[in-house]
């Protein structure tokens, strides 16, 4: 085996930047996942069909003749009203139901949306095109492709909104309340029932602006949400909930973590890699618990 | 339970009872039918291929019907199509066949779409002895297992992109070339992969990046900076329609230099269309293309069939329904030669099939793969912003020359 990256210093630069520019994309949908996991706790595993719907919405402004970057501001509001009609459809009868339940729930819920994407715009793979064009570096040695900047960029404002959503507004304060304690903030006046439904449309609205991204940027197709899933399953598991620049850093570190995995053990085990520092990192939290408890003892 | 569901339930059983009861009747020949029973991805993930293959066997049964049909000991008889959505589902592929053949007593088969769906499937005609043309499934591996009752009317995986390196190294002045390879771990593509290992060897090239890239693709940029760092004669790709335009995407943001680019699945990704100017210079292995000059009296020649199918389907016929429809002129030929409905007289006529059809000669080798089409590359050229796919190899059939080498991106506008 070669180590090419180690051979070429630019290289290296590449990979990190590549990493991060993804990385910041995944926390944008990690940190949904995050936020509807914290308040109802509902693993969502529909999130990555929510995404790819997003993106289909930016594609089919492409094709009415619409620049799809405006799918970033198009497609969350759409989304928006989505998630909170799957809220009233389903997942307020899942609610306060076991984990397991939830999960099966929205299994069901990316079912039935890869095949009515599948249905409405068919199985091929499609791109939307920004033609924004590339940023070179290092004499041409290093290329940043500028739709990735803008995904950065556009994905960091989104974030750095919303947080300051979630601490001034007065829908912010009750999410959060909700979040610490659905029935003491009930007991307050707190309407727990249209809390969870905006934390559900907000969730689907940030997918919504992750799929707008990736429809720029990589390739949308109905049944490539679960990747998506997966990856922000997996930052939140390491960031923890309700924690975004926990959040933001762990989808930096994975996006790094999986182009480096690429370059020294192959690219068949990307997202092999992936996978297995879930299982060390679940591992090492159930240690890390279990010595907790033993000191509590 | 209470009265109305023991009703409702035996209501039920009664009318499955019948139905089934109803679609076991049909034999294989029924009057003046021939029944032929094919499971096609209809939903699911390959169901835009999945659709092209129908379109393709519907296209040919009406014709054939529509020009007099089959004859069989001095009667002509009407072929008829039986179709069960497989939902890109192997294991339900491999039921669906099994009903056919049990319960609906279907004798011949047409194959599904894909290499995947047509491995699942092949073991189960195989144990009936049912007779199956296949056209959409070209890995190496359905025809390698012994398979007698298998006959694919396409080239097999490997030769997919043989042709390019052997392009490269014509260019490069009979010398070997760097080539640099990145393949899905699938069936058909790792097939396509092994054809390069074998053509590196022939000709002395060598492979300096072999990646593989995981099912679940939508990002190459580290294996095209790789092909930046390295800079090889050659990338190939192949990743089926995802693959593809992933590729041309990541190459032109990433303004990855290299002399020449060969790829799978251009047609099917609509290369030219979704990426424009960006898929320019790419070279693609295709089956089969309306500008070759094959014949059979039932479709013409290519171009006519390409009209055909449009006026009929409002699209113009991928390769994947040009091949489908080759199957069913295979079929037909094979029964008259047999003029009996016997099974295995079929396939021993299928067996010796030596014939043209307007998508290209038809001659079964000793696995049941197509041994007499040889695949075609064309290339992406474009005018000010309209792409189209100009045939280049081989040199009986190229309409355009070989553009080589792809100029820099720092050249093109």
Not at chain 1, 213 to 242: C, D, K
Not at chain 2, 56 to 75: E, F, L, T
Not at chain 2, 160 to 183: H, P, R, S, W
Not at chain 2, 229 to 249: E, Q, W
């Amino acid at each position: 085996m070669d180590f090419l990256i180690f051979k070429a210093p630019m290289l290296m630069v590449q990979a990190s930047l590549d990493g991060i520019l993804l990385g910041i994309l995944f926390a944008l949908i990690a940190y949904g996942m995050a936020l509807q996991w914290g308040v109802m706790n509902i693993i969502n595993i529909a999130q990555g069909d929510l995404v790819i719907l997003g993106g289909y919405i930016a594609y089919t402004m492409y094709l009415a003749g619409i620049h799809p970057a405006w799918g970033v501001i198009v497609s969350p509001i759409l989304m928006y009203f989505v998630g909170w009609g799957l809220y009233k459809l389903v997942i307020n009868k899942v609610v306060d139901r076991d984990l397991f339940i939830s999960i099966l729930a929205t299994f069901g819920i990316a079912i039935v949306f890869q095949q009515l994407m599948n249905f409405i715009f068919g199985a091929d793979v499609v791109v939307a095109q920004s033609e924004y064009g590339t940023t070179m570096l290092f004499d041409n040695s290093v290329t940043l492709p500028n739709s990735k900047i803008f995904s950065a960029f556009v994905s960091l404002a989104y974030a750095v909104a919303l947080v300051i959503y979630m601490k001034k507004s007065k829908l912010g304060r009750a999410i959060r309340a909700t979040a610490q304690n659905a029935r003491a903030a009930k007991i307050l006046g707190v309407d727990t029932e249209k809390v969870y439904a905006a934390t559900f449309g907000i969730n689907a609205a940030l997918c919504g602006i992750a799929g707008a991204l990736i429809s720029i940027t990589l390739t949308l197709h109905p049944y490539v949400g679960l990747p998506y899933t997966v990856r922000s399953f997996m930052i939140v598991i390491v960031a923890g909930l309700g924690n975004l620049p926990a959040v933001a850093i762990s989808g930096m570190g994975l996006g790094l973590f999986e182009e480096f995995a690429d370059y020294i053990l192959g690219t068949e085990f990307r997202i092999g890699a992936v996978f297995m520092l879930l299982v060390f990192i679940l591992v090492y939290r159930r240690f890390k618990l279990s010595k907790k408890r033993e000191y509590l003892k | 339970m209470n009265k109305i569901a023991k009703l409702f339930i035996t209501f039920i059983s009664a009318l499955t009872l019948t139905l089934t009861s109803i679609t076991s009747s049909f034999a294989k020949v029924e009057g003046d039918m021939i029944v032929l029973g094919s499971a096609i991805s209809l939903t699911g993930k390959y169901s835009s291929n999945g659709v092209h293959t129908q379109n393709g066997y519907n296209m040919a049964v009406d014709r054939i019907n529509s020009m007099g049909g089959v004859k069989v000991g001095g009667k002509s008889y009407k072929f008829e199509i039986i179709y069960y959505d497989d939902e890109s589902n192997p294991k339900r592929a491999a039921q669906l066949a099994e009903r056919l053949i049990k319960q609906d007593g279907v004798h011949y088969m047409l194959g599904p779409y894909s290499s995947g769906l047509t491995k699942a499937i092949a073991p189960v005609t195989e144990k009936y002895k049912i007779p199956m043309v296949e056209a959409n499934g070209a890995s190496r591996s359905l025809f390698t297992k012994g398979y007698k009752y298998l006959f694919a009317v396409l080239s097999p995986a490997n030769q997919y992109l043989e042709v390019a390196i052997d392009l490269a190294v014509e260019k490069n002045g009979g010398k070997g070339v760097k080539i640099a390879q990145a393949f899905e771990q699938d069936a058909f593509s790792q097939d396509v992969r092994l054809g390069i290992l074998d053509a590196a060897k022939r000709t002395g090239s060598k492979i300096i990046i072999d990646d593989k890239l995981p099912k679940e693709l939508n990002d190459m940029a580290a294996t095209l900076a790789k092909v930046k760092a390295t800079k090889p004669d050659v990338l190939v790709v192949s990743g089926h329609t995802k693959g593809a335009l992933t590729a041309i995407r990541q190459i032109s943001e990433m303004k990855v230099d290299v002399p020449m680019l060969a790829m799978t699945h251009c047609d099917a990704a609509k290369l030219s269309k979704q990426h424009g100017k960006k898929s320019e210079y790419a070279l693609c292995a295709s089956q089969w293309h309306k500008n070759l000059s094959y014949k059979d009296k039932f479709f013409g020649g290519g171009k006519k069939y390409d009209k055909d199918f449009k006026k009929e389907f409002g699209y113009a016929p991928p390769y994947q329904s040009a091949e489908s429809s080759a199957a069913l002129l295979v079929f037909k030929d094979a029964f008259e030669r047999a003029n009996s409905f016997d099974r295995d007289k079929v396939r021993d006529a299928l067996k010796a099939t030596d014939m043209q059809t307007f998508y290209g000669n038809i001659k079964f080798g000793p696995g049941g793969q197509n041994i007499a089409k040889p695949m075609i590359l064309f290339q992406v050229r474009c005018k000010g912003d309209s792409c189209e796919n100009k045939v280049v190899a081989p040199t009986k059939w190229a309409s355009d020359k070989f553009f080589h080498p792809i100029p820099p991106w720092s050249e093109r506008g």
